[in-house]
């Protein structure tokens, strides 16, 4: 697939929140996923198909999702960016959230290498 391609594909399973099928299929093994932030203090960067898979395990197991919208793609080039907007309560503190950020996403060989997560900063 083409970087086109993979954009749409990310923005179809997504609107599903289909995690582990992206995963799956449009991930390469080597995969670098960098938050804004580290979870608990740690790394920002997430590297391995096994560790965003980690990454999805902690959503799917501590968010309770009210509403999620995924706009785009935009795409240039081997990238892409897709707006995920959710509201989102965490199921341990019952802290309900309302977040907005950014996808970049970067393809190679018809996989996605790279994805890096920006905020909304009010």
Known sequence: MNTEEVAKKVVELTRKQAWYEALDTLY???VVSVEASG???????TRGKQGVR???DWWVNGMEVHSFDV????????RFVVQFD???TNKQSKERTQLSE???YTVKDGKI???EFLPHVD
């Open 28 to 30: 390469d093994d080597n």
């Open 39 to 45: 979870m608990g203090g740690g790394s920002p960067e």
């Open 54 to 56: 980690g990454k999805i």
């Open 71 to 78: 706009h785009g793609p935009f795409v240039a080039h081997d």
């Open 86 to 88: 959710a509201d989102v």
């Open 102 to 104: 950014v996808g970049v």
């Open 113 to 115: 290498v790279r994805e």
